[in-house]
T-cell receptor, first 115, second 112 residues
Framework: GQNIDQPTEMTATEGAIVQINCTYQ??????LFWYQQHAGEAPTFLSY????GLEEKGRFSSFLSRSKGYSYLLLKELQMKDSASYLC????????????????FGKGTKLSVIP | NAGVTQTPKFQVLKTGQSMTLQCAQD?????MSWYRQDPGMGLRLIHY???????DQGEVPNGYNVSRSTTEDFPLRLLSAAPSQTSVYFC???????????FGPGTRLLVL
């Protein structure tokens, strides 16, 4: 099984930088995803990390430390449209067979961007 | 490409009624899955399929059935709806289980 922990809510100011942390415990780590979900909408893919280090995509960056079971999503130059929930999801490798990978989602962090 | 489509968008059921939530994708993805999302619970996997004719249970399968007769379609059946099944249901697909998943717009279900 997995245990994924991320803060429930965060608030940040427009134009600022915010870091959303995710910690996890897993036995067969095979990648970590970040998804963005606006209220009433479907999750959309933001980033993927499988090796240690920082992945940068425009205003968004994601960091992974496999030894610490830790990831963060960094959002720069915050905009009002960044107000959304951010979901951390960890993929486990369970072994050979058709169902060999399992993706488990954290409960999400609701980010509110204020003027 | 339409991506992942789901119907209906909204549904109200009475306890004991049955219904099928439809999911289709036109990306030729092998892997498809159904999640439910409840406040404070995150996304939880109900059932998944790694290809036509192959399905398996996820974390919360009780009360739901699935089938995968074609690559494109992956319907979710509620056999006898219960108020505990009130939720938002998302279908997702990916090229295979290792790839990024693409989500449909969701079905909001209320069981009275």
């Amino acid at each position: 099984g997995q245990n994924i922990d991320q803060p429930t809510e965060m608030t940040a100011t427009e134009g600022a930088i915010v870091q959303i942390n995710c910690t996890y415990q897993t036995s067969g780590f095979n990648g970590l995803f970040w998804y963005q979900q606006h209220a009433g909408e479907a999750p959309t893919f933001l980033s993927y990390n499988v090796l240690d280090g920082l992945e940068e995509k425009g205003r968004f960056s994601s960091f992974l430390s496999r030894s610490k079971g830790y990831s963060y999503l960094l959002l720069k130059e915050l905009q009002m449209k960044d107000s959304a929930s951010y979901l951390c999801a960890v993929r486990d490798y369970l072994g050979s067979g058709a169902g060999s990978y399992q993706l488990t989602f954290g409960k999400g962090t609701k980010l509110s961007v204020i003027p | 490409n339409a991506g992942v489509t789901q119907t209906p968008k909204f549904q109200v059921l009475k306890t004991g009624q049955s219904m099928t939530l439809q999911c289709a994708q036109d990306m030729n993805h092998e892997y498809m899955s159904w999640y439910r999302q409840d406040p404070g619970m995150g996304l939880r996997l109900i059932h998944y399929s790694v290809g036509a004719g192959i399905t398996d249970q996820g974390e919360v399968p009780n009360g739901y059935n699935v089938s995968r007769s074609t690559t494109e379609d992956f319907p979710l059946r509620l056999l006898s709806a219960a108020p505990s099944q009130t939720s938002v249901y998302f279908c997702a697909s990916s090229y295979d289980r290792q790839e990024t998943q693409y989500f449909g717009p969701g079905t909001r279900l209320l069981v009275l």
